[in-house]
RNA sequence: GGUCCCGUAGCUCAGUUGGAUCAGAGCGUCGCGCUUCGAACGCGAAGGCCGCAGGUUCGAGCCCUGCCGGGACUACCA
């Protein structure tokens, strides 16, 4: 009898076929039972629907020809409920063994996608807590196209990590502490003093402002005066430098003082602050719902929050013998493990660094919060930073979960957004494009895309589905690109509704949709989905359609592995396209009988749970109607 | 100097564990298809020294070495 129940545990055919394989291996080569069955789905229809590559490797370690191996192989495979039989027609080239689904099987496979699960969620002694760390403000600095990454990818990861049934800790490790942010509460304290900014009013643009001032204000002139120095300007320049510098110093030194107030917690210091954080957070907390990001106030875990964590840390890094101090400076060496820098975790001036806060950070996470995995979504550029961090946490136990093990620790970085001279994005002027100009920006063009198109829709709908749309098309565009590769920001290809984009999918989805309100119009029942749903795929475009269909689960995987969201994009590229192929040659509520009318609108409405589920976690959102 | 990433069609990019007719998609260009479920779609054509040169092997866009070109990072900013 063939072996039957692993087909009601997956619905993924790769993983069923590679395990019958890896068990045909295993009895006619015994001493090769391990081997990998190196099963995958085949590139081209013409050699079937999977493939097994076994042969050729094992070929060498058995001595044999790797025909006459494929043939031991394929004599002892039992895939009889599943694929065509196999024979020798089945063995082609120097050894592939090609598998051709049966009709049946692959409807009974749908069948077992069409449960809610989908075969997605890990047993529940494999549910792990993991932390994601994303969005990454800073205070009172206004959010920019980089937040876009973090943010998106970031919450995309969380979602995809939540659907395999994982305990997700989002993290917005928000930059709202040291002498930078010291800085701008000088500066607001001074203007608010002098009667030029009120509190109750002020806004993300005026502390935005206020920041740049106070960071021009203490560190530009003082090297504006080296630079006057070197090139020998006259005294007159000179001199109003050296005023300007003393202003600087004098901005520098409140600025150190108020750092000590806020560490040493005064009240009126840490109220001014607060509002500081209240007005950042309120604006990074609305360009994360624009964004569609689940980025919620408990999120938040600023650096602010391991302050009081720093000077015990860094006595017991001393004190173990894990940190030493190197020209006045605390540092851990890392040269044993290939690192060649050492982090530094206490200046020589006493203060800490954000290396110091970010190994906090990870304590945290390990010891109270109980992380199996800390996923930091963070640019890329900082990988240096967390290669560090890590390799330091590591040998100073930080790493050590509670209960055991250690916790794995991810760097998800992520490339630069260029503009298009192929540097970093930015205006003419060389600001940095505020993100909320841009989210609305692209809103507007999602509109005027929208209008050329559909008339019948009302006003409030309209708009709706232009924000859907927008979100849509700035989280795939980000997502669908290798993550750690940098990419030309370009508004008017992604809200473009052609092609591979983010539009196409929502359009799928409504054509789907659309047929079943249509259905619905006519009388017509969509037959419900679930584990007995009766699929009977026979034409072309509907095998491919469920072909694709069945990749999703595996795609999920492969997400969860390596944190990579463009592997699912393209997924359900393919499936959009399937179903779009479909559509077009396969009519649904005009089949010509009942039971292929049914069969296809079970089809659709799989495409319907499996698109949407995927899109879910994207976390892009879907439309009825567009 | 050191470490790491990237070079694939005119442009923007996929290519999974090394697998076959594997040279792929989208955009753009040129054709074709709506009296039948949404043409925001589908089908077809044109477009290539996969940066270059060696190597590994049954097999290389993928692995190794060197070179050329572009970029990032590189002890007291975050």
Redesign the pocket.
Known sequence: MPARPDLSETPDPVLII?QRFSDAIASAFPEHAGA?P???????P???DF?C?AA??LS?LVGKPPREVAKAIVSAVRLDDLAEPLGEASI???G?I?VMLRTDALGRLLSGLSTKDMGLTVAPGEVRTIVVDLCGV?LAKQMHVGHIRSTVIGDTLARVLERRGHRVIRQNHV?D????IAMVTSRVIALRDAGKMNLDTITLDDLDRAYKGAKIACDADRRGLEAARKWHMGPKALAELEEQVAGAEEEDRAARRVLSLLQNHDAATVAVWQRLSDVTMAACLEACRMLNADVRPEHSAG?SSYADALAPLVDDLEKRGIAEV????L?IRLEDVGI???V?VR???G?F??AT?DMAAIRHRVRNLRADRVVYCVD??????FAQVFAGCVKAGYADRPGGGRTQLDHAGFGTILGEDGKPFKTRTGESVKLADLLNEAFERAMG??TK??SELDAAEQATIARA?ATAAIRYTDLA??R?????FNLD?MV?????TG??LL?AL??IR??FR?AASQGLSVPTLDAGAAFAPAAPAEKALALALLRYPGAVL?VERTLEP??LC?MIYDLA?AF??F??Q?????APDEAMRRSRLLLCALTERVLGDALGVLGIPTVE??
């Not at 473009?496 to 591979?500: I, L, M, T, W």
């Open positions: 590679r990998d190196l099963v995958a789905a085949s590139k081209n013409k050699f079937g493939q590559n050729m490797s060498k082609a080239g120097p592939f090609n800073n930059g502490w040291g002498l930078p650096e190197s020209d006045g400076a540092v060649r820098e050492p530094i200046k020589r001036d203060a660094l954000y806060t890329a550029r900082q990988s240096l930073h895309e929208l198109r559909s749309t690109i290798e750690t590769k940098d990419y030309v290809a473009k509704f052609e092609g591979d539009p196409y359009y409504a054509r659309s047929i249509k492969d463009h592997r393209g396209n779009s192929v559509f077009d396969c009519p649904v509520l005009a109607r567009m």
